[in-house]
């Protein structure tokens, strides 16, 4: 789904934020990415949704190199990539339900679809009462899945997380956690940055390890089946 | 293995399928899904407008104020060439004739003249006539008695047709026999239909500016509209919205700024002219005529409108296409 050839990242000014980083990560996959800040987390996850092109090498995305990707064609790629920020970003001005909505009224689908699936959405992170509200008055546990619905919404394949549990109690990071565990479960594939080494042990997925730029281990999935298994 | 079920082939191939097809397909397509998107940002523009009613009222102010302007000045150009018309038609020829010409001539003459094309009346006054009014005018009856013998010569006057040449009768009337003079005193018609010339290329010239200051004006306005909003802009880009689903509703704001403006300017312009209609009524009592104000064309009321409303769209387009590009998220 997700494959990166010697991907390189320079920002102007000469930041090297990513250097030469392989990995590949198949359809229905999870995996986490870890390392401490400024190791390139949010870079690579920003590859992926075209929010940065790669210096050099190749992002290649549910097959298609992302860097050839022209400018009107970006939107359509974003539509099949769901994203959770740390910071949630909401629209603190729209409902909830508003705020969930929007992939699919970008996408033209009609209002009666629009709400039967935004419900199922909220359903699904346990806000379905809260619709009415804006996220403002939500806690930050609650925006988080607020977020998540609306990346999960138009039933993207993949969802990239970029520390969704940054500002989280522990116990509400485990739940947000297991949200993402289900979401995999139906064939989604995963890829959340995080450095809540803890959390991320216990949960034993695939832990992808940055620092510096550069991947230095790839630990496969704690499981019967190690066939995703490469080398770092 | 060597025989691959249908099923599990059709499997392999539709994400490559998926893969190599445009990204287009993901989300509803088809008129009705761009429908509703259009819904969706007509909603939002209008949204926006009530968002900052204050706002939105002063932008919609400015924009009215400058329409009204040129279009009040054609108004009263329309109005001032209405009247001159009028006046045009009222107004005839005075063919003083040679002294001491004996009546059947100047009969002759009058009936002569009568004949031509393009002259409606031929109204002989007697030298005694000509005395009567002029004394009546200046106020001393007795100018009759002291002028025994009036100095005064027969005078012709000729009323044309509206749209006669008036040069080419005048210069005939001189050639005929016992004709002294042909006066017209039509220059100060000549030159008002001058200077009202002149005021409708100021119009022109005024409308220009202004439809340029309305789009500048929106332009701005969509500009502190697209700065207010970039948090917006920005997650819309994120969740996959296209730059012209982005545009899009700024677009409709800049339309509804021009469409409310425009509809300001007229409201205003008839304000005005019923405000007028009192003190022309009145000074048409003093000519013994009724002067009745005319109103915009309604086709000239619905250009102005769609007009406005379409330099408020190009004002948006501008700003917006410069702020989304520097934006770029």
Redesign the interface.
């Known amino acids: 789904m997700i494959s990166f050839q010697q991907v390189s990242k320079r920002y102007p000014g000469g930041v090297q934020a990513l250097s030469d980083v392989s990995f590949e990560l198949g359809?229905g996959e999870m995996a986490f990415l870890t390392g401490r800040s400024g190791a390139g987390k949010s870079t690579l996850l920003k590859l992926i949704?075209l929010?940065e092109r790669p210096t050099r090498g190749q992002v290649v995305f549910?097959?298609?190199n992302v860097g050839k990707v022209n400018?009107?064609?970006i939107?359509?790629?974003?539509?099949?990539i769901g994203?959770i920020f740390q910071d949630h970003?909401?629209?603190s001005d729209k409902r909830v339900f508003d705020n969930v909505a929007?992939?699919l009224?970008?996408?033209?689908?009609?209002?009666g679809e629009i709400q039967r699936r935004v419900r199922a959405a909220l359903d699904k992170v346990g806000l379905l009462d809260k619709e009415k509200m804006y996220p403002p008055m939500l806690s930050g546990g609650e925006q988080q899945r607020v977020g998540i619905a609306?990346a999960i919404i138009?039933r993207p394949p993949v969802l990239l997380a970029d520390e969704p549990t940054g500002n989280l109690d522990p116990g509400l990071s485990a739940e947000l956690m297991q949200t993402f565990l289900q979401l995999n479960q139906t064939g989604v594939t995963v890829l959340i940055a995080s450095h809540d080494l803890a959390l991320i042990k216990r949960l034993g997925q695939r832990v992808l390890v940055l620092d510096g730029g550069s991947i230095i281990d790839d630990l496969p999935k704690r499981q019967a089946d190690r066939a995703s298994e490469t080398d770092g | 293995m060597t025989t691959c079920p249908n099923g599990k082939l059709i499997g392999l191939l539709r994400?490559?399928v998926?893969?190599?097809r445009?990204?287009?397909e993901?989300?509803?397509?088809g008129f009705?899904?761009?429908?509703?998107?259009h819904a969706?940002s007509l909603l939002s523009s209008l949204g926006s407008l009530a968002r900052y009613p204050l706002a939105s009222l002063m932008t919609v102010g400015v924009v009215g104020f400058a329409i009204a302007m040129p279009l009040s000045l054609q108004l009263a150009l329309d109005n001032i060439e209405r009247l001159s018309r009028h006046w045009e038609r009222l107004d005839t020829l005075s063919v003083f004739l040679d002294q001491g010409l004996e009546q059947a001539t100047i009969d002759r003459l009058t009936s002569r003249i009568s004949t031509w094309e393009d002259v409606i009346a031929v109204d002989p006054i007697s030298p005694e006539q000509g005395l009567g009014e002029l004394s009546a005018q200046l106020g001393f009856a007795a100018a009759e008695e002291v002028l025994e013998d009036s100095p005064l010569p027969w005078v012709l006057e000729v009323t044309l047709a509206t749209d006669s040449d008036r040069a080419s009768i005048m210069a005939r009337l001189g050639t005929e026999q016992g004709v002294a003079e042909v006066l017209a005193d039509l220059q100060w018609l000549e030159r008002l239909d001058a200077i009202a010339e002149l005021l409708q290329q100021l119009a022109w010239l005024l409308a220009g500016l202004l439809a340029g200051g309305v789009a500048v004006v929106i332009g701005n306005t969509i500009r502190l509209d697209v700065q207010n909003r970039r948090?917006?802009i920005?997650?819309?880009?994120?969740?996959?919205?296209?730059?012209a689903?982005i545009r899009r509703p700024f677009l409709y704001s800049g339309f509804w700024y021009g469409l409310l403006g425009g509809m300001l300017a007229c409201l205003l312009l008839y304000a005005g002219l019923f405000s007028l209609q009192g003190p022309v009524n009145r000074l048409g009592q003093s000519y013994a005529a009724t002067f009745q104000l005319i109103g915009p064309a309604p086709l000239i009321t619905m250009l102005a409108i769609l007009g406005s409303a379409l330099f408020g769209l190009l004002g948006a387009w501008l700003a917006v296409g410069q702020h989304l590009r520097r934006i770029d998220?």
């Open positions: 359809a949704a929010l549910d097959g298609r400018r009107r064609q939107p359509y790629l974003r539509r099949r994203v970003r909401l629209l929007l992939p009224m970008i996408a033209g689908v009609s209002f609306r138009a | 994400p490559m998926k893969g190599k445009s990204w287009r993901v989300g509803a397509t009705r899904a761009w429908i509703r998107r969706f948090e917006e920005e997650v819309l880009a994120l969740v996959g919205a296209t730059a689903f998220p």
